[in-house]
């Protein structure tokens, strides 16, 4: 089962690192070359009814909050990204790791679904409070 790379990229992405709740954020500005995607996360994304296209389209955001997965970190750094899909207004989460150092880093999507709609309302309030700050 071998790895595709997408480059189509942004050659920076902006991310959010939330601390706490994202009541504290870090800008880190991490060259990406890519995508990395096999046919284990590209099934896992579908399974949730979200597309490979709007996981890539999230990500080439300006920018995504995004908090560590401690609980499920154990065999690899996971992330877990929250915000909207920009190709349809969606709110959703990400869960993803990222591959590579240097400037051969990429995003590795691990799963992908929408917010349910308890906590797509808490994500508007928090983003809108967020905006204020």
């Given at each position: 089962m071998q790895?595709s790379v997408?480059?189509?990229?942004?050659?920076?992405?902006?991310i959010?690192?939330c601390?706490y709740?994202?009541?504290?954020?870090?800008?880190?500005h991490?060259?990406l070359?890519?995508?990395?995607?096999d046919?284990?996360?590209?099934e896992?994304?579908?399974?949730h009814?979200?597309?490979?296209?709007?996981?890539?389209a999230?990500?080439?955001?300006e920018?995504?909050?995004?908090?560590p997965?401690?609980p499920?970190?154990q065999?690899?750094?996971?992330?877990?990204?929250?915000?909207?899909c920009?190709?349809?207004?969606?709110?959703m989460?990400v869960?993803?790791t990222?591959r590579?150092?240097?400037?051969?880093r990429?995003?590795r999507p691990?799963?992908?679904?929408?917010m349910?709609q308890r906590?797509a309302?808490?994500?508007?309030?928090?983003?809108?409070t967020?905006l204020h700050?």
């Amino acid at each position: 089962m071998q790895a595709s790379v997408n480059a189509l990229v942004p050659r920076y992405i902006i991310i959010d690192i939330c601390l706490y709740k994202r009541q504290s954020f870090s800008m880190r500005h991490l060259p990406l070359t890519g995508f990395e995607w096999d046919e284990g996360n590209r099934e896992k994304c579908q399974t949730h009814g979200v597309t490979l296209e709007e996981v890539e389209a999230f990500f080439r955001q300006e920018r995504v909050y995004v908090t560590p997965d401690l609980p499920h970190s154990q065999q690899e750094h996971r992330l877990l990204a929250a915000g909207r899909c920009p190709l349809n207004g969606r709110p959703m989460f990400v869960v993803f790791t990222l591959r590579g150092a240097g400037d051969q880093r990429r995003i590795r999507p691990i799963s992908a679904r929408y917010m349910h709609q308890r906590e797509a309302r808490k994500y508007a309030q928090e983003d809108r409070t967020s905006l204020h700050e």
